[in-house]
């Protein structure tokens, strides 16, 4: 395909793209959440209350995190690395060590066995334990792939870069826990871990029973409107999978070009929410996007993605 990516974005400004505003304000807007729930210490039904939106925010940096590893915001280099910082901060862990196994081994091998994150690796029943397990599954090969990328192919930039973000990160949860530790755990590190979670757990959604060999049912998608703004466009997942450089803000006319025509209409819903409830509380049926039970390979443990000798099937 034809690279839909501009190649110098706006080199007068500072931000690459004025859309970027947006992903400059859910993070003010998180850091500002963060900030109130701790001075304000609410009590009773309200302290779960505030976890809960905090973890909200905390999902959409996640958000903002995946955006950043495919794509950078500003013009300057330096700018770039101390986003980053920032984003990290945010989304609770060093965002460099997202690119790995999301960049390196999700994205080139989706749901084949170098893919750390394929879906097949949860087999329950009941479908719905096959959601809330997925970001489980997944999470020890995740980490044994990137710490093994880190020893063996990491550069040294992302190194240099990897190790600002892990010392700011950690240092500053060490502070906060040392100054006030209850309202660290509910107002930091426990909203930052159902965001992870949740990052990870939505693949879970994008690609559980599409066929990862065609050339656009590969994803499912979700065009609803407050979800995509809120969310920068997360929903056309499959645009994203086609050219993952391209900036969020141009994936819904890309999508429109280049996935719609051909994709099959179970892959665009309009509600993740009815989405979700169809699929895994009533009925929960787990199939393919046609309407199939779905199959898996009889032998399924993880391929090498860091120096695969052969991928098991094209890399797209």
Known sequence: MESLSPTGGNPGTLLRFSADRRTLAILFANTALVAAAWVANPDGAWRPLAMAVL????????????????????NRRWLNSLFQVWVSLSYGFPISDYIPGHNLSHHRFLQAREDVMRTSKVRFRWNLLNVMAF?????????RGNTRYGKLK????????????????????????????????????????????????INFLWHDGCDPDHPVNHSRNFTGGLLNYLA????????HHEEPSLHWSLLP???ARHIRPGLHPALEQRSLLRYAWRTFVYPGRRETFDGKPITFREIDGDLDWVTPEQSSRRVA
Not at 55 to 74: E, K, M, P, R, S
Not at 135 to 143: E, G, K, L, Q, R
Not at 232 to 239: A, C, S, V
């Open 55 to 74: 973890g909200y925010t905390g999902w959409l940096c996640a958000v903002v995190a995946h955006n950043t590893v495919h794509t950078a915001v500003f």
């Open 135 to 143: 970001p489980f599954a997944v999470t020890p090969s995740i980490v």
């Open 253 to 255: 006319a890309a999508h």
């Open 232 to 239: 920068l466009n997360n929903g056309y997942h499959g645009m």
């Open 154 to 201: 990491g550069s040294a930039a992302w190194r240099r870069q990897l190790r600002l973000e892990t010392f700011v990160v950690w240092g500053v949860k060490v502070g906060l826990l040392a100054l006030d530790w209850r309202n660290a755990l509910c107002f930091v590190v426990i909203p930052q871990l159902f965001a992870n979670l949740g990052i990870v757990g």
